[in-house]
């Protein structure tokens, strides 16, 4: 939480802040995310925050994908590369 809120206050006045968190399915950035966006509103600042998990294809599109090409196993979950609405 320090290095990113020195980040954010290292930022000149008026200028958002981007930082990204990358790590394996499961290992829980949206938890991370979810306690760094409560600790910036805590000390006062505003925080937005995107996963991509917000920009999956529709459960319908998956399965269309998947069905597109059957020989691929990774595209029959959500998650793996491919799986997500690219143009959103």
Do not use: M
Not at 10 to 18: F, I, K, L, S, Y
Not at 51 to 76: G, I, K, M, V
């Amino acid at each position: 939480y320090f290095w990113c809120l020195g980040r954010a206050r290292q930022a000149p006045t008026g200028r958002a802040v981007g930082i990204g968190i990358s790590a394996p399915q499961g290992c829980g950035k949206t938890t991370l995310v979810d306690t760094l966006v409560g600790r910036f509103a805590a000390d006062g600042l505003v925080c937005a925050a995107a996963s991509f998990d917000d920009f999956y294809l529709t459960h319908e599109a998956q399965r269309e994908l998947a069905a597109a090409h059957p020989t691929n196993r990774l595209l029959e979950l959500r998650g793996n590369a491919g799986s997500h609405d690219v143009a959103l």
